[in-house]
């Protein structure tokens, strides 16, 4: 019975360290696959579309990049347009952005093609992702395709008389197509800020980006600076409903791990009662000779704790060796079609405290409640 509480205790252990791990992994590969799409930090108004920024504002923005080791910001500009390509349409964001943006975002690592960077295709360009390519029926910039950009300027006089008047276009050559994330491929055009200010007529930007490897830092500089006026997200709280349904799914599968293991720390209640049966014998001597009952329940507790120990850290074992195994070797394929062949995982030293701190806690419990039923 001591050998099945021990397996028992071992297996719900290995199983929550691998399943924690595989969770991780998993979060580290979206994170990983949104690391170009996203900035270090987002600063969007609290109030409206749009960031009004004050003559003090810009220079406190300048001012951090001087303050802080590779820190740049940029004031992004988006509008919502049509773009056509023939008979094919699609509604997408046009971003309005400076020439660093390419370079922070590291577009010319996920580049499908580009046309040829010797030409002049003057001031009107555009940057497509994938996913609005594919709807344009694009699949190449060589030579670069003409995509037209149309705009909804509708204003007071706008009626159902002059609705052509209320739509403003504009002519741009496709100069590249990147893959950077699969949302953000879909959504996003990007245009040098120049021709897009002026086609769009926007004076303040939509938000601002922060790159930086100093973000803890720089994220209390900004809330210091700004106070309620904006909001801040970091990568993780820009994709945040999807991280808040990983975390979510990660919640009930450990509950539902939990419980396991406090099924199988019965097995541990069981052994204790059993040993006591066969040493109620002995029991019964060492009483006779005066050892007290919080003697006798120290005795019975610590074998429990023995056995609760030793399926712990056989556990824990167990599940390194999974994940090893799966981290060099590959064991579970993800299958064809995803970013790389065999599931992500990660161990993280969080993960390794949470499961020996259910895991310890439910068999000492239950180890310190069977005492005390056996000795009486």
Known sequence: MSLAALVGLALGTAAMTVVLSAFAGLEDLILSQ???????????????????????????????????????????????????????????????????????????EHLLTMADPAMDYGKFTLTLGAGIAYHLGLSTTNPPPIVSVYLPKIAAKTNVLNLSDAIEGQNAFAIAIHSVEPNYDQKYALAPQGWFKKFTGSKAPSFIEI??????????????HFGD??????????????????????MVVVFILA????????????????????????????????????????????????????????????????????????????????????????????????????????????SAWATRKVIK
């Open 34 to 108: 949104f690391k170009d799409a996203n900035a270090t930090l987002k600063i969007e108004s609290a109030t409206g579309p749009y960031i009004e920024l004050t003559l003090e504002d810009s220079l406190f923005l300048s001012g951090l990049e001087a303050s802080y080791e590779e820190t740049v910001t940029m004031a992004i500009f988006q509008k919502r347009v049509l773009l056509t390509y023939g008979e094919n349409q699609h509604i997408a964001y046009l971003l309005g952005v400076p020439k660093e943006y390419a370079e922070r975002h590291h577009l010319s």
């Open 259 to 366: 419980f396991i293991v406090l099924l199988a720390s019965f097995g541990v209640v069981s052994a204790l009662i059993i040993i006591a049966l066969e040493k109620k014998g002995d029991v019964h001597t060492l009483w006779a000779m005066g050892a007290s009952e919080s003697d006798l329940r120290n005795i019975f507790f610590k074998n429990g704790l023995m056995i609760v120990a030793t399926g712990w850290l056989s556990g824990l074992l167990v599940g390194f060796g999974v994940i090893a195994l799966q981290h060099y070797v590959g064991i579970v394929p993800l299958g064809t079609g995803y970013v790389q062949e065999y599931y992500p995982v990660s161990l993280k030293w969080e993960h390794i405290a949470l499961t020996s701190a259910i895991v310890l806690s439910i068999g000492s419990s239950l």
């Open 211 to 224: 790159h930086s490897a100093a973000e803890s830092r720089v994220r209390k500089a900004l809330e210091g």
């Open 229 to 250: 006026r904006i909001t801040i997200r970091n990568r993780l709280e820009q994709e945040a409903a999807l991280f808040k349904v990983m975390r979510s799914e990660r």
